[in-house]
């Protein structure tokens, strides 16, 4: 682990609101010599701190008007079931993320799609077609007050 101090979580701050800040803005912004924030920057990509740069999509503009997390519970806790599992889920260009969790069910989908119908369908068709599904519970978000994924 890198030892990081104020400055370097300002570098952080600053990067995450704006990933295409100029080495002159974010010098300026976080108090440093473009130079010396250039130096940090590069040190925590470096470090592996910063792993790479994405652009924030509009979901609105790219059709999605329906997104819901999934908890997902498996028949069998076996790693060739889950594997099976993980592979579909990286199929699927519904699922914008799949994470492997703890408590009562194995999976938490965050799914984005269309409209009701489109979900409907990857509710149904797809993710309750695969043989290592054995509960689905859907939560419909409804608005998002805060959201700082990149």
Do not use: W
Request: proline share 3%; glycine share 6%; net charge positive.
């Amino acid at each position: 682990m890198i030892e990081m101090d104020a400055i370097d979580r300002k570098i952080l701050r600053e990067l995450s609101a704006d990933g295409r800040l100029s080495n002159l803005a974010l010098a300026d912004r976080v108090g440093l010599s473009p130079s010396a924030c250039l130096r940090r920057t590069q040190a925590l990509e470096k470090a592996g701190v910063i792993r790479g740069y994405r652009a924030v999509l509009s979901a609105e503009k790219r059709g999605i008007g329906f997104t819901a997390y999934i908890t997902v519970g498996l028949n069998q806790h076996t790693k060739p079931s889950q594997l099976a599992f993980e592979q579909a889920m990286a199929a699927a260009s519904q699922v914008r993320e799949c994470h492997n969790i703890t408590g009562p069910v194995e999976y938490l989908l965050r799914v984005e799609v269309a409209d009701l119908a489109a979900y409907k369908h990857f509710h149904t068709d797809i993710l309750g077609a695969l043989p290592q599904v054995r509960t689905l519970t859907s939560y419909v978000v409804m608005g998002s007050p805060k959201d700082e994924r990149a």
